[in-house]
C-alpha cells in the first residue's frame, strides 16, 4: 500500500473451489488466503462433490470468514465458481486455487488498484512457477504488460497465453452484476479465457506488474490433463470473436491464426492474406480499435518476416541495411524538419 494512504476498509469475497485436493496443497492455500496483510473478508470455499479427505479438513478450520458450500454431486469449475459469485457479499471478488499461494500483500495490493480505478472490472498480477515440493522453479507467468484494455482484447483475439492468470484475478463485483457476466459452463477447460473476452468488452482490463500469486505447476493438474481439450476450446473462443468480424476460420487457417501468437512457426504467405482478412473485416465491422489492430497484426508479420530472414546470413545484412536506411532517413528528416521550424543551433 502506498505509504501516508488510507485504505477503504471495502468487504473482499474469495471464492475456492475444491475438488479432491491433496492436504498438503489445500493447507497451504488456505493460509496463504487466512494471512493476508488485508483482513476484510469472506472466504466462500465451494467443495464439488470430493470423494476423499479434503472436505473433513475444511471444515476443521476454525474461522468465521469461511463460509462452505458443498456440492452434492462434481459439478465442475465453471458452475461451482457460478455458485461462489452468487454467495458473494463483497464489493470484490477475489479468485483463488487450492493448489496455489497467494504472497501475504496481495489483498491489499490489489483492491488499493481497483479502488482507484473503478472501471476496471478485473485486475491480474504476475506469478512465480513453483513445483510440488514449493520450490521456485525459475520461470514466471503474466504479461509483460497490458498497455490498455484496447490492445488487451485484440491480444484475446489469438489466445489466452500469457495474460490474465486464473487464480490471481480480482473483480469488480458490481460491474460484474451490472453486465450479467458469469462463467459459461461450456467451456468447462478455458472458463478464464472465455469469460475474459466478455469482461474486456465492457470495462477495463489490467494486469499489475509485480508477482503477487504462486503458481504450482504439476504433471496431475487440470492444466497439464486437459491440454488438448484447452486447446480445442479455445479455437471455439477464437472462432467466436471472429464471427463478430463476419468471418469463418476454416480448419486449414486455424492453426494459421493461433501460432499469430502462440507458435512462432516459419514463414506462409498465406498469413498475410489472412492479415488483411482480419483488418478489412474489422474496418466494415468495427469490433476492435482498428490503429491497433493493424499496428500489433503488422509487428507480429515483420517478427515472422525477420524469422524467415534469420536462417539467411545474406537476408540478415540485408534486413540490417535496410533497417539503417530507414533510419538515416528518419533522422534525416527530423533534421530539416527541425531546421524549418528555427530549432537548429
Given at each position: 500500500m502506498t505509504e501516508g494512504k488510507e485504505l477503504k476498509k471495502g468487504l473482499i469475497s474469495v471464492v475456492m473451489s475444491n475438488y479432491n485436493t491433496p492436504i498438503n496443497y489445500l493447507k497451504e492455500a488456505i493460509d496463504s488466503v487466512l494471512k493476508q496483510t488485508y483482513s476484510n473478508f469472506e472466504f466462500i470455499i465451494i467443495d464439488d462433490g470430493s470423494t476423499d479427505d479434503s472436505l473433513e479438513f475444511i471444515k476443521s478450520y476454525d474461522d468465521p470468514r469461511i463460509k462452505l458450500i458443498v456440492n452434492e454431486e462434481n459439478i465442475g469449475l465453471a458452475h461451482s465458481l457460478n455458485r461462489g459469485f452468487d454467495a458473494a457479499s463483497g464489493e470484490f471478488i477475489a479468485r483463488m486455487d487450492t493448489d496455489d499461494i497467494c504472497y501475504p500483500q496481495r489483498f491489499e495490493k490489489q483492491i488499493e488498484y481497483m479502488q482507484e480505478n473503478p472501471n476496471t472490472i478485473v485486475c491480474g498480477a504476475w506469478a512465480k512457477i513453483i513445483d510440488s515440493q514449493n520450490q521456485e522453479t525459475g520461470e514466471s507467468w503474466g504479461s509483460p504488460i497490458i498497455k490498455d484494455t484496447d490492445s488487451y482484447r485484440i491480444g484475446l483475439l489469438f489466445s489466452n497465453n500469457p495474460?490474465?492468470?486464473?487464480?490471481?484475478?480480482?473483480?469488480?463485483h458490481?460491474?460484474?452484476?451490472?453486465?450479467?457476466?458469469?462463467?459459461?459452463?461450456?467451456?468447462?477447460?478455458?472458463?478464464?479465457?472465455?469469460?475474459?473476452?466478455?469482461?474486456?468488452?465492457?470495462?477495463?482490463?489490467?494486469?499489475?506488474?509485480?508477482?503477487?500469486?504462486?503458481?504450482?505447476?504439476?504433471?496431475?493438474?487440470?492444466?497439464?490433463?486437459?491440454?488438448?481439450?484447452?486447446k480445442e476450446e479455445a479455437y471455439s473462443i477464437i472462432k467466436i470473436q471472429l464471427n463478430e468480424l463476419g468471418l469463418r476460420m476454416s480448419s486449414d487457417i486455424q492453426d494459421l491464426h493461433y501460432?499469430?501468437?502462440?507458435?512462432?512457426?516459419?514463414?506462409?504467405?498465406?498469413?498475410?492474406?489472412?492479415?488483411?482478412?482480419?483488418?478489412?473485416?474489422?474496418?466494415?465491422?468495427?469490433?476492435?480499435?482498428?490503429?491497433?489492430?493493424?499496428?500489433?497484426l503488422w509487428y507480429r508479420w515483420s517478427e515472422f518476416c525477420y524469422e524467415e530472414m534469420s536462417h539467411s546470413k545474406t537476408m540478415r545484412i540485408l534486413y540490417l541495411f535496410i533497417s539503417l536506411s530507414i533510419r538515416c532517413k528518419l533522422n534525416l528528416f527530423k533534421i530539416r524538419t527541425n531546421y524549418k521550424k528555427g530549432k537548429h543551433v
Open positions: 495474460l490474465i492468470i486464473h487464480p490471481s484475478a480480482f473483480f469488480n458490481k460491474l460484474l452484476m451490472k453486465y450479467n457476466l458469469v462463467y459459461n459452463n461450456q467451456f468447462p477447460h478455458a472458463e478464464d479465457y472465455e469469460f475474459w473476452t466478455r469482461c474486456a468488452k465492457y470495462a477495463d482490463c489490467e494486469i499489475l506488474r509485480e508477482y503477487l500469486l504462486k503458481f504450482r505447476r504439476r504433471e496431475s493438474s487440470v492444466s497439464a490433463s486437459f491440454t488438448k481439450l484447452q501460432r499469430l501468437f502462440v507458435d512462432m512457426k516459419p514463414y506462409d504467405n498465406t498469413l498475410k492474406k489472412w492479415i488483411k482478412r482480419i483488418i478489412s473485416a474489422n474496418k466494415k465491422y468495427k469490433v476492435f480499435n482498428q490503429k491497433k489492430l493493424k499496428k500489433l
